[in-house]
């Protein structure tokens, strides 16, 4: 083979591929989704969903904390203190009159002795007896001294405290007996603060579903309304070419071609709007869903003709909404909550009733004297608290408490009545778009066949342009009127389930 052939080969085959690359990228990169999908994005990328969720997760661990007031409570507290001066059980001056005891009682023994040897010295006849004596009882004297100053001096040092460096320590238990229903009506408001998230999540699964919904529904709207568009900008294109060839040959005039331009530019202007609306609804959709808002997207339903009709009964909705819709439990679970804050008002005027038991140490310690070591005992007994007297404090946050139950039930019977009058308008509403849908079709129909007549007329001769025209905009008004209708109905349904809280 020459190189040129293979060359070419070559470069034919490397471009083949190339094109059915791009091509195979382009159909891959378009995203398909579904409504059920549309939800599922929604829900998972919701940052008011997770709030909700984290709220579930923390009024659960708010009840498990309030059930730990049933239980006994323990509790250690050690504590140190270092002080300037230390507590004295004795003033300066007893320290030193028992400090100096010895000397006293020495100086008194001296002078009772010295009286003694001037008694003698007036009696010769009683010297010999008091030699001896002279150098015995000074020793005598002293010995009594020190020993008596010895022991002063102990019993100064034994009474002395050191409590500069102080340390104390308690281990306590806790277990309430009756605090006037105070922990029961605790247990109860946490219980229902769960129920309550729960239900305001429940809540904001449906506002979810409800919006996308809406920019599902918006979007499919749209690009029937785009593909409508192009099919009359094509339909004004074939008329205008034939009107061109009609000018030619002298059977029409050019105001005819005209209006047909200005019709064809009107269409060209109304798709361009139609096409930045669908990039836009895209967008909006795009973000309910949490991913890129420039990803191409295309939905399952955009080439669905005609959509299914709802059910239409209307007696029960009532009865199916009021037993399903989450804001009803939510001012229900309310009205429990305020409830249960008027037994909690009451109960701070009641009498109280707990257990206590301590384990306590602390050094210095007067257990067995006065010691610096450590030493403890066991208390154990019972705290009554009775409230007699507040000037009817009690009394006042006991009805304003009331007052707020009976608030919580005034709006439970108001957010009732409107839910009923809401079901019963949006039932209504969804058989009127029935209706609306049914003659839709007929016009329809009739818009068809009219611009039938008038195409085969005017390739006749027999009809002039302006006819055709009028029954091109009638056709894409009778069409443009399908499809808001079914939208409508959609819609209509959609709202219908919202408001009986079966929107799932």
Known sequence: MQPNYIFHLFMKRLLSFILVSGITFNVYSQRLLSLDSCRSLAIENNKEIRIAQEKINAAHYQKKAAFTNYLPKFDIIGTYMRTQKEVSLLSDEQKHSIGNIGTTAGNQLQQQFQQLQHILEGNPMLAPILKPLQSIVPGMIQGVTNGLNGAGQGFVDALRTDTRNMFAGTLSLTQPLYMGGKIVAYNKITRYAEQLAQNQHATGMEDIILSTDQAYWQVISLENKRKLAESYVNLLKTL???????????????SDGLSVKVKLNEAEVTLTKVENGLSLSRM?????????????????????????????????????????RKELKSLELATKIYNQKVNIARSEFLPSIALTANYAVTNPSLVNGFENKFRGMFAAGVVLKVPVFHWGEGIYKVKAAKAEANIAKYQLADVREKV????????????????QLAMAEQNMDKAEENLRFATLGFKEGVIPTSNVLEAQTAWLSAKSGRIDAQIDMKMSELYLKKSMGTLK
């Open 240 to 254: 205008d070419s034939d009107i061109e060839k009609m000018i030619n040959e002298g059977v029409a005039t050019k």
């Open 420 to 435: 009923e009058l809401q079901v019963t308008q949006n039932s209504y509403k969804v058989n009127e778009a029935i209706k």
């Open 284 to 324: 909006v959709l795009c973000q309910i869903c949490g991913i890129p808002l420039n990803t191409d997207i295309a939905l399952t339903d955009e080439n669905i003709e005609n959509l299914t009709l709802p059910e239409t009964f209307t007696e029960s909705n009532v009865d199916i909404a009021l037993a399903n």
